[in-house]
């Protein structure tokens, strides 16, 4: 199986109540850790800054347009592989994946105020108390990392 690289752009989208947007992708289409809950984001395309791709693909998972909010990095230590089945060609690969993950606060909504429309990749989203992760399924990236920012206890492996 061929082996890709892809930098990946990620966002912590907290709602001014302090709850975690996150989304699961149809398990049908093929998608890298579909049956996961994970946070918006995608790939970086060519010649594309790292917040422009950040916007674009929150954009485009949730609907939310985030571009009016303090964007902060917040980790790139992050990393992951897993196998993706790639729209244009149907060709099955292992996506070795590195991680830029963004803060975004929406500084004046609630959870509940957030209009969220998913027209791409997810098919469900939930919006979740931090200190409600540990009962979800969550992408093996998503653990360390959540672990990294304290979201998560115990030791990152």
């Known amino acids: 199986m061929r082996t890709i690289h892809r930098d990946i ?11 975690l947007l996150q989304g699961r992708k149809d398990s049908s289409k093929g998608g890298v850790y579909a049956d996961c809950w994970h946070i918006p984001g995608g790939g970086i395309d060519a010649g594309e ?8 693909e929150v954009r485009e998972e949730t609907g939310i347009d985030v571009s009016a909010y303090p964007i902060e990095l917040v980790d790139d230590q992050g990393g992951g592989m897993g196998e993706k089945t790639l729209k244009d060609t149907g060709e ?15 500084g004046d909504q609630n959870a509940e ?6 027209n791409d990749d997810l098919v469900e989203y939930a919006w ?4 409600e ?4 399924k ?20």
């Open 9 to 19: 752009v990620s966002a912590l989208l907290l709602s001014k109540d302090g709850k």
């Open 49 to 56: 800054e790292k917040v422009y791709a950040l916007i674009r």
């Open 92 to 106: 099955t690969v292992l996506c070795e994946m590195k991680f830029f993950v963004y803060r975004v606060v929406l």
């Open 113 to 118: 105020d957030v209009g969220v429309s998913l």
């Open 128 to 131: 979740t108390d931090l200190a």
């Open 133 to 136: 992760l540990n009962r979800l």
């Open 138 to 157: 969550l992408t093996p990236p998503s653990v360390e990392l959540f672990k990294r920012l304290g979201y998560l206890p115990g030791p990152v492996s």
